[in-house]
């Protein structure tokens, strides 16, 4: 089976990473235990995943003329990221999200777009070839949500099956729901499209239902460590794997971006368990684009876990 052709639309950004005990209460200050510079941005996450399971990807983006976006470019570069359409801003900074990961391995993340908002849809526009010869065009929130929608109506019109992360949570139209064909929330993601708050799996089924009712055709609800729930022809749970979760900052950006790999690929449970495979390994090592794993590290653990 050949390559699958992913194009990645969407925020690339520079994460300021600092580990610490536990995340500080309003107007508190605490000690933090170390800090790091990584490359990460939802939509760059997910291209650098997708290249390393396999996948031939573009990435479309826009990162500052700094040493930020030298580094961005860089790194999805070295593994074989076409950054062809990868703007340069020629005065906004590269993206940036301040990171707080706490001992447990949970996050808070703060995200200041810059650069990111210099892609705009007259360059969507441009991008007509690119997108008729893709398996999947994926897309987030990261970026303005006009440039979405013309992301999502090209795919629409070249025919290309179109993915939806939904983060970061906010609240869209339904018209932009209906244009993706396949929606990918967390639970917060989730209650922010459709205002059910999801704590159980009676809720995640019901917000479910409730993007399906906005036009969009399949649902998969990234549930952490419950697991994943697929809604759309049919209705398939796949349980999450039992991991030591070290820093779960871009586990959710692995897991689309391997439900973009082999969607139409496998069998839907299959697809599911790959998926909430590479969201665990991605999970037990630190920072965003390195904790990435490749197709053989995956399909190990899968087998590990058989």
């Known amino acids: 089976m050949r390559q699958a052709r992913i194009v990645v639309v969407g925020s690339a950004n520079i994460d300021l990473v600092t580990r610490v ?3 500080p209460k309003p107007g508190e200050s605490i000690i933090g235990r170390s800090f790091a510079t990584v490359t990460g941005g939802k939509g760059a996450n997910q291209a650098l995943a997708a290249a390393r ?22 790194t999805l570069s070295a593994d074989g990221v076409d950054c062809s359409h990868l703007k340069t801003h020629p005065s906004e900074p590269t993206g940036t999200a301040v990171i707080l990961v ?8 703060v995200v200041t777009p810059s650069a990111n908002y ?14 008729a010869q893709a398996d999947a065009i994926v897309l987030q929130l990261e970026i303005p949500l006009d440039t979405v929608e013309a992301a999502l109506t090209l795919a629409r019109r070249c025919g290309v099956f179109s ?25 917060t993601e989730a209650e922010a499209m459709t205002g059910i708050a999801v704590n ?29 729930l697929y809604l759309g022809e049919t209705n ?14 871009a586990a959710g950006d692995a897991f689309t971006a391997a439900l973009a790999v082999v969607w139409n690929r496998m069998p839907l449970p299959e697809a599911l368990r790959f998926a909430n495979a590479t969201g665990a390994l991605a999970a037990t090592k630190e920072g965003a684009q ?12 899968l087998q590990e876990h058989a």
Do not use: W, Y
Not at 53 to 74: M, T
Not at 208 to 228: N, S
């Open 200 to 228: 159980t799996p009676d809720d995640a089924l019901a917000a479910a239902r409730q993007l399906l009712a906005m036009g969009t055709g399949h649902v998969v609800m990234k549930l952490g460590a419950q697991g994943a």
């Open 21 to 23: 005990p536990r995340s």
């Open 163 to 187: 993915i939806l992360d939904a983060g970061p949570a906010q609240k869209i139209d339904a018209s932009l729901v209906a244009l993706a064909d396949l929606v990918s929330p967390n639970e």
């Open 118 to 131: 210099g892609l705009r849809p007259a360059d969507i526009a441009q991008l007509e070839p690119l997108f």
């Open 53 to 74: 399971l396999g996948a031939q990807v573009s990435f479309v983006g826009c990162v500052g003329n700094d040493a930020f976006g030298e580094l961005q470019r860089a």
């Open 236 to 249: 398939v749970f796949a349980p999450a794997f039992k991991i030591q979760a070290v820093d779960t900052t």
């Open 290 to 301: 390195p904790s990435m794993p490749t197709r053989a590290a995956v399909e190990a653990f």
């Open 102 to 109: 706490a001992d447990e391995g949970q996050n808070s993340i």
